[in-house]
């Protein structure tokens, strides 16, 4: 008896340490596959968009490698900060593609799960808002448009995502969130093409 238990031991232990490993380096993929996704956003909205390509591939490989670390450990694959840095790739790939004029990847194409390509879809809409105030601070109104009508696809699709919370992980908080700053947005712009049109009727007025 006594050696059965110490086998047993022995068997969970090991199995204990295969998912203590495979979680730590998971922890550590996904931390710094989240910051190269903040870096790579932050150079879209520079537009400095191959330095984004560049940062937006060096998270997928950080969250590949976690993903091959990962094996059978599909609790550990579940674990907020691996889905955190899922959601990150995937709103970094989107505002990549929203702003520079890339094509729009699938969950799939990117090696993600759909709740958070769905979540980061919803951030990424949003940080066109700080794209859409540059265009209007430029005078570029059209472009401000644009973007506008770039967030309200994305805001119309993701209402019809009616699924409860613990699916989509907490898409419907997201999608809220997005709601509040397309409305906001929109009142930016639309104040700006009512005081160019006043422009443009006071400059034929002088004429």
Same mark, same amino acid.
């Given at each position: &008896?006594?050696?059965?238990?110490?086998?047993?031991?022995?068997?969970?232990?090991?199995?204990? @340490?295969?998912? /203590?490993? =495979?979680?730590?380096?998971? #922890?550590?993929?996904?931390?710094?596959?989240?910051?190269?996704?903040?870096?790579?956003?932050?150079?879209? /909205?520079?537009?400095? %968009?191959?330095?984004?390509?560049?940062?937006?591939?060096?998270?997928? +490989?950080?969250?590949?490698?976690?993903?091959?670390?990962?094996?059978? /450990?599909?609790?550990?694959?579940?674990? *907020?900060? %691996?889905?955190?840095?899922?959601?990150?790739?995937? @709103? +970094?790939?989107?505002?990549?593609? %929203?702003? *520079?004029?890339?094509?729009?990847?699938?969950?799939?194409?990117?090696?993600?799960?759909?709740?958070?390509?769905?979540?980061? &879809?919803?951030? +990424? =809409?949003?940080?066109? $808002? $700080?794209? =859409?105030?540059?265009? #209007?601070? $430029?005078?570029?109104?059209?472009?401000?448009?644009? #973007?506008? +009508?770039? &967030?309200?696809?994305?805001?119309? &699709?993701?209402?019809?995502?009616?699924?409860?919370?613990?699916?989509? *992980?907490? #898409?419907?908080?997201?999608?809220?969130?997005?709601?509040?700053?397309?409305?906001?947005?929109?009142?930016?712009?639309?104040?700006?093409?009512?005081?160019?049109?006043?422009?443009?009727?006071?400059?034929?007025?002088?004429?």
């Amino acid at each position: &008896m006594r050696g059965e238990v110490a086998a047993a031991g022995d068997e969970a232990r090991a199995v204990l @340490e295969a998912k /203590h490993q =495979a979680r730590e380096f998971t #922890l550590r993929a996904s931390r710094s596959a989240i910051r190269s996704c903040a870096t790579a956003i932050r150079a879209v /909205h520079r537009q400095e %968009f191959e330095r984004a390509r560049e940062l937006i591939a060096e998270a997928a +490989a950080f969250l590949a490698e976690a993903d091959t670390a990962l094996g059978d /450990h599909h609790d550990i694959r579940s674990a *907020g900060y %691996f889905v955190d840095a899922q959601k990150e790739l995937a @709103e +970094a790939n989107l505002a990549l593609a %929203f702003v *520079g004029g890339d094509a729009i990847v699938t969950a799939d194409e990117l090696g993600v799960g759909v709740a958070p390509y769905l979540n980061g &879809m919803a951030e +990424a =809409a949003s940080e066109l $808002r $700080r794209q =859409a105030l540059d265009c #209007l601070r $430029r005078g570029d109104v059209e472009r401000a448009e644009t #973007l506008l +009508a770039a &967030m309200d696809e994305v805001y119309s &699709m993701l209402v019809t995502v009616d699924y409860p919370d613990a699916i989509t *992980g907490g #898409l419907r908080r997201t999608t809220d969130a997005l709601r509040a700053v397309l409305e906001r947005t929109r009142g930016d712009v639309t104040t700006a093409i009512v005081a160019a049109r006043l422009q443009a009727a006071v400059e034929r007025a002088t004429d």
